[in-house]
């Protein structure tokens, strides 16, 4: 999947870290053209720079990156726009039909008398196992290896499909039953804050984006990652590559006070 358009506003930049170069889309070059954008809010932000890296005069055009700024008249927008995240986050039980559906596509190309070896994900997709857990053993020092292996055991057929998929389909990894929970790995583990690929023997970089099927998916909009809550088939049609369809979304703020009291987590 191409990783950038047309750069019709000319915004595409070089920087160079540590000998190595680095090409990315500039907003404050892009402003040059669209206006001043220094008080749209940073998710919009990074909405914007999304724009500007896919624009290619079909699923993104200039008039779309404009609609964006123009949010900053009124605050709100009816316009619609194609946002492509970085990756895809899922749990097990959006994750696993997502497999069966690469495993027929297979089989379908193979009727076909074609490669089966070419369906893959378009997107990284990171698939966390923790939508199974049950706490059937508690209050001891061997209760986590308990559950662990119970859950094993429930689920073993399934666990045994997904880590199939793991070693058979490129852009997608796995993480293992009792590693944690879905929104604590992608914050942890998962977000890289920024991404890097490689297009036309240059390397790009950009903001990490995604979509997860993960109701705590924008827990991660604390790391400045902009995360957005999808269901399965959004989340799936992300993987192959597709466009996420939406309006131009609201962006409240809020001031928090005080200090956090003990014991408190991000969760709460």
């Given at each position: 999947m191409s990783l950038s358009g047309q750069d019709?506003?000319?915004?595409?930049?070089?920087?160079?870290?540590?000998?190595?170069?680095?090409?990315?889309f500039s907003l404050p070059d892009a402003a040059k053209a669209l206006g001043d954008i220094s008080k749209l809010p940073f998710s919009l932000k990074v909405l914007l720079e999304n724009l500007l890296r896919y624009e290619d005069g079909r699923t993104v055009t200039v008039d779309d990156v404009k609609a964006l700024v123009g949010w900053l008249q009124t605050k709100k927008s009816d316009a619609e726009i194609a946002y492509r995240p970085a990756r895809v986050l899922m749990q097990d039980f959006t994750g696993v039909p997502a497999v069966v559906d690469l495993a027929a596509m297979r089989d379908a190309i193979k009727a076909l008398g074609g490669n089966p070896q070419r369906i893959n994900p378009l997107s990284p997709v990171d698939l966390v196992i923790d939508h199974s857990v049950m706490v059937d053993n508690y209050g001891s020092a061997s209760a986590l290896q308990k559950n662990i292996d119970i859950e094993f055991e429930r689920n073993g057929e399934r666990y045994q499909f997904l880590r199939w998929g793991q070693m058979g389909f490129d852009n997608f990894r796995v993480v293992p039953p009792g590693t944690g929970i879905c929104h604590?790995?992608?914050?942890?583990?998962?977000a890289q804050v920024v991404w890097t690929g490689e297009e036309n023997g240059?390397?790009?970089?950009?903001?990490?984006?995604?979509?997860?099927?993960?109701?705590?998916?924008t827990m991660v909009n604390g790391l400045a990652v902009l995360g957005w809550g999808v269901g399965g088939i959004e989340a799936e049609a992300a993987m192959l590559g597709q466009p996420t369809p939406m309006l131009i979304p609201e962006v409240v703020g809020f001031k928090l006070t005080g200090k956090i009291p003990a014991g408190c987590t991000a969760t709460d």
């Open positions: 019709t506003l000319k915004c595409r930049r070089t920087l160079t870290v540590g000998g190595k170069s680095y090409d990315y604590q790995v992608n914050v942890e583990y998962l240059k390397t790009l970089a950009y903001p990490d984006t995604l979509v997860g099927t993960d109701s705590h998916t």
